[in-house]
């Protein structure tokens, strides 16, 4: 299994709603990403969680909670998200740097839309 | 800290010929690895070809190709004999070995658009 699941593809959520993005891998990566994307503009890293604990956050807003139940899960748990948060938000996985197979996997995506 | 610069504007290519998409890089760090990612519209991000800061010879993957020159810190990809499927956005990208705190930093990308 050489893929990235990202569920659900499309997410519409209000402003006052709670949501979660969840992400999924079976290629025993033991590093796990979240990145943002805005339409036309690179991925940008919200999250790296390595051996299941977070290592970088980067100045990400609390209304961003991550959480990596196990090796082979992440999760995005969304709250009270405005408007800008509406984006292509990615999940990615990689075994350590210097590891065989060292790179890095991407899922396909979900696109969220704030109302 | 390390950055990547792409500074082609939208780039064109007539089907079946060869096009390149550069990319230039700085980091301070010893080692590292060099990636170039192609997004079509649909979003995903599908990883083309990987090159090692240290390996010595340039990465090749089927028709894609990285002209790896350290010393300009460049690491350009080459697509030959472009297909209509290749229009998409194309990102290179940079990581450290630097263990957990790893982190896969993306140039802001450039537009590939194949004419028939």
């Known amino acids: 299994d050489t893929e990235v699941t990202q569920t659900p593809k499309h997410l519409v959520m209000g402003m006052t709603n709670k949501k979660s993005l969840k992400c999924e891998q079976h290629m025993g990566h033991r590093a796990m990403y979240w990145y943002k994307q805005k339409a036309k503009k690179p991925p940008e890293l919200m999250f790296v969680y390595s051996y299941e604990k977070l290592s970088i956050n980067e100045s990400v807003p609390s209304r961003f909670s991550p959480e990596c139940p196990n090796s082979s899960l992440l999760n995005l748990h969304l709250h009270a998200l405005q408007p800008e948060d509406s984006a292509l938000y990615l999940c990615a996985s990689s075994q350590m740097p210097g590891q065989r197979s060292y790179g890095y996997t991407f899922g396909s995506g979900t696109r969220l839309t704030v109302v | 800290a390390q950055k990547i610069t792409q500074t082609q504007p939208g780039m064109f290519v007539q089907e079946k010929e060869a096009v390149t998409l550069d990319c230039t890089y700085d980091?301070?760090?010893?080692?590292?690895?060099l990636f170039w990612y192609k997004q079509p519209s649909s979003g995903e991000m599908i990883f083309l070809i990987y090159?090692?800061?240290?390996?010595?010879q340039n990465a090749t993957e089927g028709r894609y190709s990285l002209n790896f020159q350290k010393a300009r810190k460049s690491a350009n990809l080459v697509i030959s004999a472009s297909q209509l499927g290749d229009s998409a956005m194309y990102f290179c990208a940079m990581s450290p070995y630097t263990g957990a705190n790893s982190k896969l930093t993306f140039g802001k990308g450039i537009t590939l658009s194949v004419r028939p």
């Open positions: 090159q090692g800061s240290y390996d010595q």
């Open positions: 980091t301070s760090d010893p080692s590292y690895g």
